[in-house]
């Protein structure tokens, strides 16, 4: 069973990257924000507790996080592994991961993480916006604030999976075959 963590900054090509890795290992991907929509508009208990939490402005707990994830992991009892997007953020998250992932006698194989300077993110994230309408992704404050909040709060997971010897760092920039190529090689490296 293969088991990805995929990080990278906004704009990095995290979603286009992980069709790809879905793809081509057969894995399931879970992305926490998909998982949060669909558990909202689904009206589960889960997704009622998740909104209490936004509509007062909160960040939604880990450990309500963490049973959306578990209960989409024990749906799909038959994966040939899973590519976690948009999780863990925190360490506190990867230890909640890999003590859950323990209980099911897997493991986290390894951390793809997608290395893109600023400019580059910068500029991606301006073209996405002129594509996809997304209003975060078109004022150029709003997308330093992001990535200023990924290096502080989430960059630091990558931290947590350097020490396991599980952190892959792959360059992020150049076309989306080539991107995928060295992303096939780094999983492959590694098995």
Known sequence: M???????PPGAGKGTQAERLTEKYNLVHLSTGDIFRSNIK???ELGKLAQSYMDAGNLVPDEVTIKMLESEVDARPDAGGFIFDGFPRTETQAKALDSFLNSKRTEVTMMLALTVDDEELKTRLLKRAETSGRADDAD??????RIAVYKKETAPVAEYYRKQHKLKEVNGVGSVDEISRRLY??????G
């Open 140 to 145: 150029p404050k709003i997308i330093e604030n």
């Open 185 to 190: 090689e780094a999983v492959e490296d590694h």
């Open 42 to 44: 689904g009206g589960t």
């Open 2 to 8: 293969i088991n990805l963590v995929l990080f990278g």
